[in-house]
């Protein structure tokens, strides 16, 4: 079965500072992988998708992420935080076989402060 | 412009009512969503739902019944509520993809706060 972990269940970081929020992965076959960020009361957003080329992929805000084969990672990464980072974010799989429905981790949450 | 709307977007009930939550989605999308996420922020799919296929996550209970009046959207009817109901429910859509299945990218609505008392 597909899944995802998130090790880590709040990451705290200076403003300025690089910020990683990590997601390990556990597929059979390739994996389509995900990150959403939740901001306080509002619905998910998508952040950046690895479904397959380039193992660095460039998102939105500024976020990117490392797919890693070999350590079955996905970790989400920024070089400099800003407090409006501040969020819940989700890394996800697309179960395979399905209608594309997503199996997410459950969630970091990240706190930027200045 | 919305995308993905639902309504009402706090619901306050009592148990052992029937209620429905309402979704929509104006993005000419053909898959729809309907995900749980509990007190905890732990999201689980309930259900996925096209216009061909309907899949239902096994571990949701059959008083939860999504219908699609048409393929812009996908509400959710649950009966007979109970305290474990309460949760923030997200519809969510995603276009199609090659070979008519969806894309990978969905979408989602703001949420629907569910409080069973």
């Known amino acids: 079965a597909q899944s995802v972990a998130q090790p880590e269940d709040q990451v705290n970081v200076a403003e300025g500072n690089p910020l990683t929020v990590k997601c390990t992965y556990s597929?059979?076959?390739?994996?389509?992988l995900f990150w959403y960020v939740q901001y306080p009361n509002r619905g998910l957003q998508f952040l950046l998708k690895y479904i397959t080329g380039d193992n660095l992929v460039k998102g939105s805000y500024g976020f990117e992420a490392e797919f890693n084969k070999s350590q079955t990672s996905f970790h989400l990464k920024k070089p400099s935080a800003l407090v409006s980072d501040s969020a819940l974010y989700f890394c996800?799989?697309?179960?395979?076989?399905?209608?594309?429905?997503?199996?997410f981790g459950k969630g970091t949450k990240l706190s930027v402060k200045p | 412009d919305t995308a993905v709307s639902q309504t009402p977007k706090y619901l306050v009930t009592q148990m052992g009512n029937d209620k429905s939550i309402k979704c929509e989605q104006n993005l000419g999308h053909d898959t729809m969503y309907w995900y749980k996420q509990d007190s905890k922020k732990f999201l689980k799919i309930m259900f996925s739902?096209?216009?061909?296929?309907?899949?239902i996550n096994e571990t949701v209970p059959n008083r939860f019944s999504p219908k699609s009046p048409d393929k812009a959207h996908l509400n959710l009817h649950i009966n007979s509520l109970e305290l474990g109901d309460s949760a923030v429910y997200f519809c969510a859509s995603s276009p199609p993809g090659l070979a008519g299945g969806p894309t990978d990218t969905q979408y989602f609505g703001p949420g629907t706060r569910l409080t069973v008392l």
């Open positions: 996800a799989v697309r179960d395979r076989g399905s209608q594309g429905n997503l199996i």
């Open positions: 597929v059979s076959g390739n994996p389509y």
């Open positions: 739902y096209n216009n061909k296929e309907l899949i």
